[in-house]
């Protein structure tokens, strides 16, 4: 098994499998997560309920999106593609579409000798 520091890493490159496992575990621990705030932020008053869920989600939305970040730029650098590409995930709808794109592609034999 990888070290977990691994998966925030911009170095290297990562395979189909690699890229699609952390993109299924990060979606599971984002329901998760989701879940359990929503739970947590149901103690406080209700005026008080959406600010503290907001307040709570911020910390591991951020946590799983450097994963992903690190793991797309790793990919397209596998495919042979610049990883400058990967800002075209902030795209409303279309980045949606690249993380399946990007999942897809083939691993590039040139760079990978």
């Known amino acids: 098994m990888k070290d977990l520091s691994h998966y925030c890493?911009?170095?290297g490159t990562a395979s189909r499998s690699e890229y699609w496992g952390v993109q299924l575990i990060n979606?599971?621990?984002?329901i998760v997560y989701m879940f359990v705030i929503a739970g947590l932020a149901m103690m406080f008053q209700?005026?008080?309920q959406a600010p503290m869920f907001a307040l709570m989600l911020i910390p591991g939305l951020?946590?799983?999106m450097l994963v992903q970040w690190a793991t797309a730029i790793r990919r397209l650098r596998d495919a042979?593609?610049?990883p400058w590409f990967a800002l075209c995930l902030l795209i409303p709808y279309i980045g949606v579409l690249l993380v399946i794109l990007y999942g897809a592609l083939p691993t590039s034999v040139e760079e990978n000798k």
């Open 80 to 82: 042979g593609i610049n």
């Open 62 to 64: 951020l946590l799983t």
């Open 27 to 30: 979606v599971l621990i984002i």
């Open 46 to 48: 209700p005026d008080m």
């Open 9 to 11: 890493s911009f170095k």
